[in-house]
C-alpha cells in the first residue's frame, strides 16, 4: 500500500493506534430510601423491557445514566485510572484475574497512590477486593503475592468460595466478573482482567475485549450487588458455613440475597446504609441501563443469559453475539435456531483455530458449538486477524512503532435489532450459566447498540477495518475474520471424526 492509497484510507475510517471504535423493611432501611427501594425489588412496570428485566433479569431498568463503551486497551486502562483517581470515599474492585505484570501493577499503584492522596489530604478511602479463589494459579503468580500487597496499600482482600482448612469448595461457583466502582457514582463494567493481555497497546500478545462505563443511577443497583457478595464471603468465613448442611448455607445466603437480612436478624449492610456510601447522582444522563448481574450462590441459573434468550426470543430483525467461548446451554440454542426460522439475521463472532484463547484444547472445545450454530442457520465467524492478509501483516510492521492486530479475541458483546446492547463479563456460554459470577450492563439505547453492531461488522470485514500507524500511514486488513461455510463445517467433523455426533449432541451441555 502506498502512501496516497492509505491517506484514502484513513479518510474513510478514523482510528487510533490499533483501536477502531472509540425486601426487607428494617428499621434501618428507612434511613436510606435508595437502599430500601433496590433490596424491595420494586421491579413491576408497564414497560415490555422493563417487566422482562425483572422477571428473567432480577434487575430493573433506570434512567438517567451516563455510559460509554471502551472496546479499545489502552483508552480502557486510562478510564480506569481516571476513575481511581476520582476515588475519595470508597473504591470496590473484583477480578477474576491480577496478574503481576507491567499493567497489572500499574493498577495496582494507581490504587495505592490514590489511597496515598486521600489520606494526604485527612480523609481515608476504603478499598474492598474480591479475587476469585483460583486467580494466583491463573495469574502464574505465588499464591499469596497480589493479596499481600493489596492488604499492605490498606486494602481489605477477600476470596469468592474459597476453600478451608484443606477442604475444597463446598459449591462448584466460580467469580467472573470484573468490577471497578469509585464512591458509588461511577463503575467500569466488562471482560479485562488485570493483566497485559488486556490492555497493550501493540507488539505483544494482546486480546480484543469489551468493557463499558456508566456513570449515573444504575450504578447503586451494581454496587449493591457487589456489597452483597461482600458480606456473603464474609458469611462464609465463618464456622457456620461447615456446621450445617450446604443446602442449609446455601438457603441463608438466598435469604439475604432477597431481604438484605440473615435469617438470624443480621444485616452486615448497616455498616453501607449512608449517602456517603450512595450518593445521588449529581451528572444527570438521557440514558436508559440496567445492571445484570450473577451469582450461582444465589440463583440457579444466571440472569444475563435468562434475559438473553427472552430477548432473542422476542427479536425481529437482527442479532449478534460476540464472545470467545459460545458454548451456548440448550434453551439459547433453541431460542437461537427458532429467531433463525423466522427470519432473524443471527450472527456469532468467536475465534478462528489461529487465534483461540489460550490455544488448541480450547479450540477443539468450541467445535461442536460451531457445527450446532452453524447447522442452525446461523452466520458464525473466527476472528483470523487477517492471517492470509500478507501485505497488510507487513505495512503494519513498518509502522512506527510496529503493529499488529488483536491476538485473539476476548470480547463478550450482545445487540438486538440496532436498540440494546448487552457488554458483559458472560460469554453466554455454559459455564456462565450455571456456574460463574458475571457483571455486565444493559442499555436499552439505538447508538450503543449499533456501536456493538458495528464492531461486529468490522470485524468480520463487513466493513473495513482500517488499522492507522502513528507516523500517518493506515492499512485496511482483508479477510479479518473466517467465515464458517458449508466447506469449514465439512472440515470441523472431519478434524472431530468418530466423536463429532457425541460432540454435537452433548457438547453444548458441557
Not at 432501611?29 to 422482562?52: K, M, N, Q, R, W
Request: with cysteine; glycine share 8%.
Amino acid at each position: 500500500m502506498n502512501r496516497q492509497d492509505a491517506k484514502t484510507a484513513k479518510g474513510t475510517q478514523r482510528s487510533s493506534g490499533i483501536s477502531f471504535l472509540r425486601v426487607s423493611k428494617n428499621r434501618w432501611l428507612t434511613a436510606l430510601p435508595a437502599i430500601a427501594v433496590i433490596l424491595a425489588a420494586t421491579l413491576g412496570s408497564a414497560s415490555d423491557l422493563e417487566d422482562l428485566l425483572a422477571r428473567e433479569g432480577k434487575t430493573r431498568l433506570l434512567p438517567g445514566n451516563h455510559v460509554e463503551l471502551l472496546l479499545d486497551g489502552p483508552e480502557s486502562f486510562e478510564r480506569r485510572l481516571e476513575l481511581i483517581r476520582s476515588a475519595e470515599h470508597h473504591l470496590l474492585i473484583s477480578s477474576f484475574i491480577w496478574r503481576r505484570d507491567e499493567y497489572g501493577l500499574r493498577f495496582l499503584d494507581a490504587v495505592a497512590e490514590q489511597i496515598r492522596a486521600v489520606a494526604d489530604e485527612g480523609g481515608h478511602l476504603e478499598v474492598l477486593v474480591i479475587l476469585d479463589d483460583t486467580t494466583p494459579q491463573a495469574s502464574n503468580d505465588f499464591w499469596s503475592s497480589i493479596r499481600k500487597r493489596l492488604r499492605s496499600i490498606g486494602a481489605e482482600v477477600r476470596y469468592f468460595n474459597p476453600p478451608r482448612w484443606g477442604l475444597v469448595p463446598v459449591y462448584g461457583a466460580r467469580l467472573h466478573d470484573k468490577v471497578v466502582i469509585a464512591d458509588g457514582r461511577a463503575a467500569i463494567v466488562g471482560g479485562r482482567n488485570y493483566s497485559d493481555h488486556y490492555f497493550v497497546d501493540s507488539g505483544h500478545t494482546v486480546w480484543l475485549d469489551g468493557d463499558i462505563l456508566i456513570d449515573g443511577p444504575a450504578v447503586e443497583d451494581l454496587q449493591m450487588h457487589w456489597l452483597k457478595s461482600w458480606a456473603v464471603l464474609g458469611h462464609l468465613r465463618s464456622l457456620k458455613r461447615f456446621l450445617a448442611p450446604p443446602e442449609k448455607v446455601l438457603a441463608r445466603i438466598r435469604t439475604f440475597w432477597r431481604t438484605g437480612v440473615f435469617p438470624d436478624g443480621t444485616s452486615p449492610l448497616e455498616t453501607y446504609a449512608d449517602r456517603a456510601w450512595f450518593p445521588k447522582p449529581d451528572r444527570p444522563g438521557n440514558i436508559e441501563a440496567a445492571i445484570l448481574y450473577d451469582n450461582p450462590l444465589v440463583w440457579d441459573r444466571a440472569p444475563t443469559v435468562e434475559v438473553v434468550i427472552a430477548l432473542v426470543e422476542e427479536a425481529r430483525t437482527e442479532v449478534d453475539f460476540v464472545t470467545p467461548f459460545p458454548n451456548f446451554p440448550p434453551r439459547l440454542i433453541a431460542a437461537v435456531r427458532a429467531a433463525v426460522k423466522r427470519g432473524v439475521r443471527v450472527r456469532v463472532l468467536t475465534n478462528s483455530e489461529s487465534r483461540a484463547v489460550r490455544g488448541g484444547i480450547h479450540w477443539r472445545a468450541l467445535l461442536p458449538a460451531i457445527l450446532t450454530l452453524g447447522d442452525a442457520g446461523v452466520e458464525v465467524w473466527g476472528w483470523s486477524a487477517g492471517d492470509g492478509d500478507p501485505e497488510a501483516a507487513e505495512g503494519l510492521r513498518l509502522c512506527d512503532p510496529p503493529q499488529q492486530p488483536f491476538t485473539g479475541l476476548h470480547a463478550k458483546l450482545f445487540q438486538v435489532d440496532r436498540t440494546i446492547g448487552i457488554v458483559t463479563a458472560s460469554n453466554f456460554n455454559v459455564r456462565s450459566t450455571w456456574y460463574n459470577t458475571e457483571a455486565g450492563v444493559l442499555v436499552a439505547d439505538p447508538s450503543a447498540a449499533n456501536e456493538i453492531r458495528s464492531t461486529v461488522d468490522r470485524l468480520t470485514g463487513i466493513i473495513p477495518l482500517v488499522f492507522e500507524c502513528h507516523d500517518g500511514l493506515a492499512f485496511t486488513l482483508g479477510q479479518p475474520s473466517l467465515f464458517f461455510d458449508t466447506d469449514q463445517m465439512e472440515k470441523i467433523r472431519q478434524e472431530l471424526g468418530d466423536s463429532a455426533a457425541t460432540l454435537e449432541r452433548y457438547g453444548p451441555a458441557f
